[in-house]
């Protein structure tokens, strides 16, 4: 079941298109959240979700959770996850694309990348390749096992 929005954090209601991708909050973002105040409980959180504009929002609920809140998540890397309604292609990073990447960020890409995926929020990197993204589409979610919460993407 996909949906155009999912509702996170009890009211908020967020537009599954705006979604660049989903991912388990990391001991980093723990760290980051503490550092608002008191007033935050970074433990309260399990996933991060990142918009097309670059900013984030931090949700009570679990990849699961969002899952069956019909945010249809494809797995494209270890721990990153983009709403499968929102992937519009997925193609092989080339050697001609890696330079450009490079060129855009300023610093090397990593070797891991093997394709860039566009979807209704803008490109994301993945380190599956383009076949994979796109074969898991349709696939039923599978839950990610506690120990992959290390993201592995990365926009340019």
Do not use: C, W
């Not at 249809?72 to 990073?93: H, L, M, T």
């Not at 090397?108 to 993945?126: C, I, N």
């Amino acid at each position: 079941m996909t949906t155009p929005h999912i509702q996170i954090n009890g009211e908020v209601l967020v537009p599954t298109a705006n979604i660049r991708r989903i991912r388990i909050v990391t001991d980093d973002d723990r760290a980051s959240l503490a550092s608002l105040g008191n007033h935050v409980d970074p433990e309260k959180f399990h996933t991060r979700l990142q918009y097309a504009d670059g900013s984030k929002t931090y949700a009570i609920e679990t990849i699961d959770e969002i899952a069956a809140k019909g945010a249809d998540p494809v797995q494209n890397a270890e721990g990153a996850f983009v709403p499968g309604q929102n992937i519009k292609s997925a193609r092989n990073v080339t050697p001609d694309d890696r330079r450009d990447f490079e060129a855009r960020l300023g610093r090397p890409m990593r070797d891991d990348f093997k394709s860039q995926v566009e979807t209704r929020a803008g490109l994301v990197l993945a380190t599956v390749a383009a076949d994979t993204v796109m074969r898991r589409l349709g696939q039923p979610y599978q839950p990610v096992k506690s120990t992959e919460t290390q993201e592995q993407t990365m926009a340019p």
